[in-house]
């Protein structure tokens, strides 16, 4: 192998240690693991040895195959046994000269976290103001039923700005 060779792939490895996102490769077809960064051992509490040693099922839980080049919500199991979300990428490499599966996994959990947080603010908000809504139409019917009664009494009507609201309408 040439040094320009050698140069590339231990750049390439570099750049995969200092990315956040977890990278996982496999075999393609023992679904051993070949290579993990630092960052999928800190997101699943193993060790590069640990990750290097156990089944690829046994941290990524999936039901389908994955397509080449589409991300795809996953479960991913740490150590200890506790689940996260993740979302993951996935492509086919050549990886030292064994047909393998590059997973990348970003840790969703607090994206889905604050995405929930957010729909049950803006639920909150729309009760709210469906609340105050039905309440301002029920004070103005009440303004002119108020007018109207005054009027049948002969009276001046209390409510001026119902009044104006009839001549717009």
Same mark, same amino acid.
């Given at each position: 192998?040439?040094?320009?060779?050698?140069?590339?792939?231990? $750049?390439?490895?570099?750049?995969?240690?200092?990315?956040?996102?977890? $990278?996982? #490769? $496999?075999?393609? *077809?023992?679904?051993?693991? @070949?290579?993990?960064?630092?960052? /999928?051992?800190?997101?699943?509490?193993y060790d590069l040895n640990g990750i290097m040693n *156990?089944?690829?099922?046994?941290?990524?839980?999936? +039901?389908?195959?994955?397509?080449?080049g589409r991300s795809k919500e996953i479960e991913v199991?740490?150590?200890?046994?506790? #689940?996260?979300?993740?979302?993951?990428?996935?492509?086919? /490499?050549?990886?030292n000269g064994s047909s393998s599966k590059c997973y990348? @996994?970003?840790?969703?959990?607090?994206?889905?976290?604050?995405?929930?947080?957010?729909?049950? +603010? #803006?639920?909150?908000?729309?009760?709210?103001?469906?609340?105050?809504?039905?309440?301002?139409?029920?004070? #103005?019917?009440?303004?002119?039923? $108020?007018?109207?009664?005054?009027?049948?009494?002969?009276?001046?009507?209390?409510?001026?700005?119902?009044?104006?609201?009839?001549?717009?309408?």
């Amino acid at each position: 192998m040439s040094d320009s060779k050698l140069f590339d792939e231990s $750049v390439a490895m570099s750049i995969l240690e200092l990315i956040p996102e977890g $990278v996982f #490769i $496999v075999d393609e *077809t023992s679904n051993t693991p @070949l290579y993990a960064n630092s960052a /999928l051992c800190r997101m699943t509490g193993y060790d590069l040895n640990g990750i290097m040693n *156990t089944n690829t099922r046994e941290i990524i839980r999936y +039901q389908e195959n994955f397509k080449e080049g589409r991300s795809k919500e996953i479960e991913v199991i740490t150590r200890e046994g506790s #689940i996260f979300l993740a979302e993951v990428f996935t492509s086919k /490499l050549l990886f030292n000269g064994s047909s393998s599966k590059c997973y990348i @996994l970003k840790d969703i959990t607090e994206v889905r976290k604050n995405e929930r947080m957010i729909n049950e +603010q #803006i639920s909150e908000l729309r009760r709210w103001h469906d609340a105050t809504l039905g309440r301002e139409v029920r004070i #103005i019917e009440l303004k002119r039923e $108020v007018n109207s009664l005054l009027f049948e009494l002969g009276r001046e009507p209390k409510y001026k700005s119902v009044l104006k609201e009839r001549e717009n309408e």
